[in-house]
């Protein structure tokens, strides 16, 4: 969804966008802008690695670009087996493939300083800024209460709306001695299952932090989620898996990031995003 924008604005003097998909067909409104942002379409659920590989190489396809790399449901397959004559990965995997059939990475200078680019097997194309955003999306209109959220009246809010399996224990004990250092302040973080949150609520009280001053925040449509983070005051990143697309949601929204950059691709993301701005 971060790329939709992306296929739109392209020179179409000097490009013309094929779309292969493979994920599951939904027919959201999100997955018709894609299917209209691009100039050909292509449902390749049903197709065979070779066959996709095939197809592309049948449409002289010049340039084909990796949104998955090394992540759920991908089909890095397709690439091995030579899909056009230049490759690409970008956005879906944050690190290098590690693979000769990956001619390109794009990056930017944050996240892969020019002395790094030895740690990675593809070359490296800079971009001004890495992450693609949508400049079409609107801010949303819900206005959310403290209280709407269970939050005190009162005191500094910290959030993190990272995955939960990105907290490490390191990470959260920096959180538990910020909130430790500002008195009455309160964490709002996002959690997916009920296991997380009984883990967090006692490792926080491990570290001499009274559980209700970590709030949990639930799953919600994209217009509410935006909106959640209206109530917060700074939001806190976690390391070494950075926030992405989180980081730029809180920007979008006025909020301030605070970020701890690393070596690798995924501890600098946040950084970049903010360099951005």
Known sequence: HLTAELYEIHDRNQFEIYGFYFGPDTQDEMNLRIKAGVDHFHDV???????????????EIDIAVDLGGFTQNSRTEIFAMSAAPIQISYIGYLGTMGANYYDYLMADQTIIPEENQKYYSEK?????????????????????????????????????????YKITPTTFDG???????????????????????????KEIALRGIDPSRLVFGKRLPK?????????????????????????????????PVLTCIGNSFASRMAASVINAV
Not at 45 to 59: E, G, H, I, Q, W
Not at 238 to 253: C, K
Request: charged share 20%; net charge negative; with cysteine.
């Open 45 to 59: 659920r049903t197709m065979s690695y070779k066959d996709v590989a095939l197809l592309a190489r049948s449409l």
């Open 124 to 164: 490296i194309a800079y971009l001004p800024s890495y992450q693609v955003n949508d400049s079409t999306q609107s801010l949303p209109e819900t206005i959310f209460t403290r209280k709407d959220l269970g939050l005190p009246e009162a005191g500094f809010v910290f959030c993190c709306f990272n995955n939960t």
């Open 175 to 201: 959180w538990g001695r910020i909130l430790e250092q500002v008195d009455g302040s309160v964490l709002l973080i996002y959690v997916d299952n009920e296991q997380a949150k009984i883990n967090l609520t």
């Open 223 to 255: 217009h509410e989620y935006l909106a959640r983070y209206r109530v917060a005051d700074l939001f806190l990143d976690t390391h070494p898996y950075n926030a992405g697309t989180t980081s730029s949601d809180a920007l979008r929204m006025g909020l």
